[in-house]
């Protein structure tokens, strides 16, 4: 383990957080080694499946080089290689389910999305994750290279980063109703952090509550947020 050699594990609980499994190898599932997931969270589709996705490179690891695309079909029993997207520029990827069934990927870049300062995004063609388009860039979403949280409802999609092509500072949610396709927002928090952050459903396509790394200091703040 280590950043000389990244290795995945997964802990399970079936007692809703109350006792966990020791941990499992997902890299023997895999058939290999060097993927750090997220930072974030997978989904779970109409049919059971599970989608998880990260970022890895080749061994001995030196520097990312591709994002895979992981599902289970046996509540995470057992691990597959669903999609690998072959870049030097995509970096912590995030899943989030449509409200038309299909899955999103909505990921870092690590050239300032070709320039326009701005996340990238592709959208599977099926509602299982099996094939996918090309990666392209969503300009509304800017970025300064940073982790951005997505999350998928019945209705809508939401997403929070801090949305400043410079700086990792205007902490920003956002929702739409249109498949990703047009968002309206609201600030959360002007000044700078360390950006990282999380979304979770409070009342499902109308709140959400929103955690983020805030100050140099990187201290955590909570908010419920309305759209």
Request: aromatic share 8%; with cysteine; net charge neutral.
């Amino acid at each position: 383990m280590g950043h000389k050699a990244p290795s995945l594990f997964q802990v399970l609980s079936t007692s809703s957080g109350l006792s966990w499994s020791s941990p499992v190898s997902v890299d023997d599932m895999l058939g290999q080694s060097g993927l750090a997931m997220g930072p974030g969270i997978g989904v779970q589709v109409s049919s059971g499946r599970l989608l998880a996705m990260g970022h890895g490179g080749a061994m001995p690891f030196k520097t990312y080089n591709h994002d895979v695309l992981i599902a289970s079909d046996d509540h995470a029993k057992s691990w597959q290689i669903l999609h690998t997207f072959n870049s030097t520029t995509l970096d912590e990827p995030q899943l989030a389910v449509l409200p038309s069934g299909h899955i999103m990927a909505n990921v870092r870049t690590t050239n300032g999305g070709g320039g326009c300062k701005c996340r990238a995004v592709a959208t599977s063609l099926d509602t299982e994750g099996n094939h996918w388009s090309s990666f392209g860039t969503a300009p509304e979403l800017i970025s300064p290279g940073c982790q951005g949280s997505i999350l998928g409802g019945k209705t809508s999609v939401w997403f929070a980063n801090p949305a400043n092509k410079t700086a990792r500072a205007t902490f920003t949610v956002r929702k739409s109703t249109d498949n990703a396709q047009t968002w309206k927002s609201t600030l959360v928090d002007p000044t700078p952090g360390c950006g990282y952050s999380s979304l979770q459903f409070l009342q499902e396509d109308e709140t959400v509550g929103f955690l983020w790394e805030s100050s140099p200091s990187c201290t955590i703040k909570f908010a419920p947020v309305t759209l």
